[in-house]
C-alpha cells in the first residue's frame, strides 16, 4: 500500500499498552476526522485503528539499565530512523505514548518543527516523581501538553507552565474504562471451568526476561501453595497464567506445565481469586479489577543498585502508590522465593481480616483515580490541538494555505 507522502498525525509507542492506547485515541479521532492520516511506531492495535505503521514495534519492550545499555547502539539508530520519518511525514501532531527514554530524545532533537507549528503531545506522564524530579522542568521546555494519568502529577510539571507556555493535565486512566465491566463466561466455556471454581491467576510479564526470570518463581509458590489452597476452597483450584500474544509459547513452557491464556488478561483479573503478578501497570490492571494479588519482581543486579540509591518513594507497586500506602505486598529482589510468595498467597485467599483490608484498598486505589472517560478526554484535546497544528512543507516553511 502506497504511504501518504504527509500525514496529521504521528503516534510513537515502543509497548503492547501504549499500542492499545494509542489505537483507541486513533478510532476516536476518525470518528469526527474520516479522512485523518495517521503514521505510527506501533503495533497490531494501531493497525487496525488504520494508521500506517512506519516502524514495528516487536522487541522493542525493553526493562532494566543492563539491557539497555547492550541494545544502545540499536536505540541510537532506531532514534534517527524515526526522525527522519517524522520529517519526511510532517505531521500537525506529534503524540509520544509512554516509551519516554526514547521518546523525549527524539523530540528534543525535532523541536525545530515544534517552533514551526508542530504541536507535541505526550501521554503518560515519566515518573519522575519516583526517581528524579528536577527531571520535570526538561519535560515541560519539551513537550506542549503533558497528559496525566495520576492526579498527583499535574502540579509537579505545572510550576513550569507559564515559562515555556506548556500544560500538564490530569485526563484520569485509560483501565477505568476498560475494566468496569468484564464478562467472564466465554472464558470460563473455553477453559472448561465452573462458575464457582477458584482461580488463582500468574502473570509474570510481558517482557522475555520477566518471564524467564520470574515464571519459574511463580509456578513453584502456586505448586507450594496449591494443597493448602484447595483445602480451604474445599474444591480444585483452577490455575492460570496470562500469556502475551508477543512471546513465544516455548518460553513459557520452560518454566510451567500450567495452562496459558492469551489476550484474555482482563478477563482472568474479573476471575480469579487472588494473583502473583509481576510490577507493572498489570497489577493497577488488577487492582481496578478488585483482584488481591502479591506484587513481585526481580530484575539485574546494576539496575537494582542504581534504584535503590534514587528511588524516592515507599512502594514499588502502582496501585500502592496511588493509594499512598501499603495494600499489596511487594516481595522483590533477593526476597523474591515461592515460600514468601505462597506465605501471602495463603494470607490473601482466605475470608477474613487480611483478604478484607487488601479489598478496601483496592477500592481506595480506584477511587482516587477518579471517574472514567480518559480516552475521551485525550481525543478531544489532540482534535482541538490538530487544529492548532501547522505542518511544514518540504522546505521546512508554512504552506500559504496553512498560514491563511
Known amino acids: 500500500m502506497m504511504l501518504s507522502p504527509t500525514c496529521d498525525l504521528v503516534v510513537l509507542t ?45 522487541g522493542l519492550a525493553v526493562m532494566g539499565l543492563g539491557p539497555v545499555l547492550a541494545r544502545l547502539p540499536e536505540f541510537i539508530r532506531l532514534g534517527l530512523r524515526l526522525e527522519r520519518m517524522v520529517r519526511a511525514r510532517r505531521p500537525k501532531v506529534i503524540l509520544t505514548i509512554d516509551y519516554p527514554g526514547l521518546n523525549m530524545r527524539l523530540l528534543r532533537r525535532l523541536q525545530d518543527l515544534r517552533q514551526d507549528g508542530t504541536r507535541f503531545i505526550h501521554l503518560v ?46 485526563i484520569g486512566h485509560p483501565l ?66 496470562a500469556k502475551v500474544s508477543e512471546l513465544p509459547h516455548e518460553l513459557y513452557r520452560r518454566s510451567t506445565h500450567f495452562p496459558l491464556i492469551q489476550g484474555r488478561f482482563r478477563e482472568l483479573c474479573a476471575r480469579a481469586r487472588c494473583g502473583l503478578i509481576a510490577s507493572g501497570t498489570a497489577t493497577l490492571e488488577a487492582a481496578l479489577s478488585g483482584l ?17 540509591r534514587v528511588l524516592l518513594t515507599d512502594h514499588v507497586g502502582l496501585p500502592n502508590i496511588v493509594a499512598n500506602q501499603r495494600i499489596l505486598p511487594e516481595v ?6 515461592p515460600q514468601r510468595l505462597a506465605h501471602h498467597l495463603l494470607r490473601q485467599w482466605s475470608e477474613g481480616p487480611v483478604r478484607a ?14 471517574a472514567g472517560g480518559a480516552i475521551g478526554r485525550i481525543t478531544r484535546i489532540i482534535d482541538a490541538e490538530l487544529d492548532r497544528g501547522l505542518r511544514r512543507n518540504t522546505h521546512g516553511m508554512r504552506s500559504h494555505t496553512e498560514m491563511a
Open 292 to 308: 488481591p494479588h502479591v506484587i513481585a519482581y526481580r530484575t539485574d543486579r546494576l539496575t537494582a543498585a542504581v534504584a535503590k
Open 125 to 170: 506522564a515519566p515518573q519522575v516523581w519516583a526517581w528524579k524530579p528536577r527531571r520535570t522542568k526538561p519535560i515541560a521546555r519539551t513537550v506542549d501538553r503533558l497528559l496525566c494519568f495520576f492526579p498527583f502529577e499535574p502540579p509537579l510539571f505545572n510550576r513550569f507552565a507559564e515559562r515555556y507556555d506548556f500544560r500538564a493535565d490530569f
Open 176 to 241: 477505568i474504562d476498560l475494566v468496569r465491566e468484564v464478562d467472564t463466561s466465554t472464558l470460563d466455556r473455553e477453559q472448561g471451568w465452573a462458575a464457582d471454581d477458584p482461580v488463582l491467576l500468574l502473570a509474570p510479564g510481558s517482557r522475555q526476561r520477566e518471564v524467564a526470570t520470574l515464571l519459574p518463581i511463580f509456578h513453584q509458590a502456586a505448586e507450594m501453595a496449591l494443597p493448602l489452597l484447595e483445602k480451604l476452597s474445599g474444591r480444585p483450584v483452577r490455575i492460570a497464567v
Open 14 to 58: 515502543g509497548e503492547p499498552s501504549g499500542d492499545a492506547y494509542g489505537a483507541a485515541i486513533v478510532e476516536g479521532l476518525r470518528a469526527t476526522r474520516p479522512e485523518l492520516v495517521c503514521a505510527a511506531m506501533g503495533g497490531e492495535h494501531l493497525r487496525a485503528a488504520g494508521a500506517e505503521i512506519e516502524q514495528p514495534i516487536d
Open 357 to 370: 483490608a487488601v479489598t478496601a484498598g483496592l477500592a481506595l486505589t480506584r477511587e482516587r483515580l477518579g
Open 332 to 337: 522483590l529482589q533477593d526476597q523474591l522465593s
